[in-house]
């Protein structure tokens, strides 16, 4: 498969996997999470010596802003709950996958960006990255496994109220809460985390492999709350408010959400 909006770069066994769209500040249209799933359910496995991944944002400002918001104004609920399900299996492909997957996160990392940085192993910021998960301002849910993975990373104090307010998270802010890592100066992430990759891959590879299962294990990772999700998601889709919370958004203007 040829590449669209993915760059891959082999650095020394070290995969740099780019997200390529910085007009759209990296948002993830169909195309992009096409490739996604074909990177870590075809591509990635077979790359020999592979020691991690490192996934990053094209640009200065973003990392991921979220799923691309001008595919999803017209769906309906059985539209958005399929939609959200395949980005759930590419995201669960991400967390499974056997070699370590470190998220550099090197601006606004929210909605489905926050999903996928929540969906890699470990996470580095860059002192101006932003997290959050804002779908609320749109109408909707997180749909790519945000209500589940905040909660399991941060906690449920903390995550309900960013789940329910859509307000950013601060990279500082960020690491107290367990969200990353490492906060690192802006422009060093990729850097950070191919310093980890190298640590890592000096340890016993198949430990490592055990490690990730083990951890997604204690997770639980096909709970109910993520057939939830899908299920609610798919409901929000189907709202007015859904339709008003994306045109408002796309004509630059404040939402009137209505309730219906
Ligand atoms: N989708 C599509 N386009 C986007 C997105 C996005 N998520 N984010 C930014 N863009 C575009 C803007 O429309 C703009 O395009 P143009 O230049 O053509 O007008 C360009 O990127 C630059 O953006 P801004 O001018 O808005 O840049 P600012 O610096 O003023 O603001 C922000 C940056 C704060 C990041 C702002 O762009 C923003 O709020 N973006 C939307 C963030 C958001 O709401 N993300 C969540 C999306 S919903 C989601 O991720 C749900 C996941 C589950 C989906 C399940 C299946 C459908």
Do not use: W
Request: charged residues 25%.
């Amino acid at each position: 498969m040829n590449y669209e909006n993915l760059l891959v770069e082999n650095q020394e066994g070290i995969i740099l996997l780019t997200i390529n769209r910085p007009k759209a500040l990296n948002a993830l249209n169909q195309q992009t999470l096409s490739e996604l799933r074909h990177f870590f359910g075809e591509a990635g496995p077979k790359i020999s010596d592979l020691k991690g991944i490192v996934i990053t944002g094209a640009g200065e400002k973003s990392f991921v802003a979220g799923a691309d918001i001008s595919e999803f104004t017209t769906i309906d609920s059985a539209g958005g709950a399929a939609m959200a399900k395949n980005g759930q299996d590419i995201f669960f492909l991400i967390e499974r996958f056997y070699r370590p997957v470190i998220a550099a996160v090197n601006g606004f990392a929210l909605g489905g960006g926050c999903e996928l940085a929540m969906a890699c192993h470990l996470r580095v910021a860059g002192e101006k990255a932003r997290f959050g998960q804002p779908e609320v301002n749109l109408g909707i849910i997180p749909g790519y496994g945000g209500t589940q993975r905040l909660v399991q990373l941060i906690g449920k104090t903390k995550a309900t109220e960013y789940l329910m307010t859509g307000d950013m998270i601060d990279a500082n802010t960020a690491e107290k809460l367990g969200l990353v890592n490492y906060v690192v100066p802006q422009g060093e992430e990729v850097k950070r985390a191919k310093e980890m990759l190298g640590k890592i891959s000096k340890k016993a590879p198949v430990a490592i492999a055990k490690i990730i299962e083990c951890v997604n294990g204690y997770f639980k990772e096909d709970i109910d709350g993520f057939a939830k999700e899908v299920e609610e998601f798919g409901e929000t889709c189907g709202t007015e408010d859904f339709v008003e919370g994306a045109t408002a958004f796309l004509e630059k203007r404040k939402a009137n959400f209505k309730g219906k």
